[in-house]
T-cell receptor
Framework: AQSVAQPEDQVNVAEGNPLTVKCTYS??????LFWYVQYPNRGLQFLLK??????LVKGSYGFEAEFNKSQTSFHLKKPSALVSDSALYFC???????????FGTGTRLLVSP | GAGVSQTPSNKVTEKGKYVELRCDPI?????LYWYRQSLGQGPEFLIY????????DSGLPNDRFFAVRPEGSVSTLKIQRTERGDSAVYLC???????????????FGPGTRLTVL
């Protein structure tokens, strides 16, 4: 069965510094990987996805993620953090042949001014 | 354009009561999903519709939970004999499926917060 691990409950970073939010996965076959962001009292918003091709994928709001098959990781990155990036971030995996997303437990990102 | 909408935004009920939660997907999206998010957790899959039919209901926790999508658009999640453990945020999502390709991302609604007293 597929699973996702987000090892950090919270990540703290100063505004202007680069940020990384970690995600590792377990799935049979080639994974489809997603990052979503959740702001308070709002639904999940799609950031980016990896299906196939280039291991570095770019998404909304300046975020990008790097797929590493050997390490089964899909870390979210941004070169320069903004205070407005503070939110809850979820990594999700979908196994080929299935439609459901399996989510990690989420990582709270706190960007300080 | 309009996103996924869910009603009500909040629902408080008493243990043992019946509740219905509604989801309006993005127009033209053939795939619809229900998830449940408990406090401090990521969303957990409940059920997936392709058109009018439930293609995967493996996430429904027990037979108290049921969902329908009679016309392939709006969906209703129904919970009978609610229990305190059913308290959670229920999320609906929709996505495009075109030409058999199902790579498309799921777009989520704001959720319905269900509280069972």
């Amino acid at each position: 069965a597929q699973s996702v691990a987000q090892p950090e409950d919270q990540v703290n970073v100063a505004e202007g510094n680069p940020l990384t939010v970690k995600c590792t996965y377990s799935v049979s076959g080639n994974p489809y990987l997603f990052w979503y962001v959740q702001y308070p009292n709002r639904g999940l918003q799609f950031l980016l996805k990896y299906i196939t091709g280039d291991n570095l994928v770019k998404g909304s709001y300046g975020f990008e993620a790097e797929f590493n098959k050997s390490q089964t990781s899909f870390h979210l990155k941004k070169p320069s953090a903004l205070v407005s990036d503070s939110a809850l971030y979820f990594c999700a995996v979908r196994e080929p042949g299935f439609q459901k997303l399996v989510f990690g437990t989420g990582t709270r990102l706190l960007v300080s001014p | 354009g309009a996103g996924v909408s869910q009603t009500p935004s909040n629902k408080v009920t008493e243990k043992g009561k019946y509740v219905e939660l509604r989801c309006d997907p993005i127009s033209g999206h053939t795939a619809l999903y229900w998830y449940r998010q408990s406090l401090g957790q990521g969303p957990e899959f409940l059920i997936y519709f392709q058109g009018t039919g439930a293609a995967d209901d493996s996430g429904l926790p027990n037979d108290r939970f049921f969902a329908v999508r009679p016309e392939g658009s709006v969906s209703t999640l129904k919970i009978q004999r609610t229990e305190r453990g059913d308290s959670a945020v229920y999320l609906c999502a929709s996505s495009l499926t075109s030409g058999g390709s199902t790579y498309n991302e799921q777009f989520f609604g704001p959720g319905t917060r269900l509280t069972v007293l």
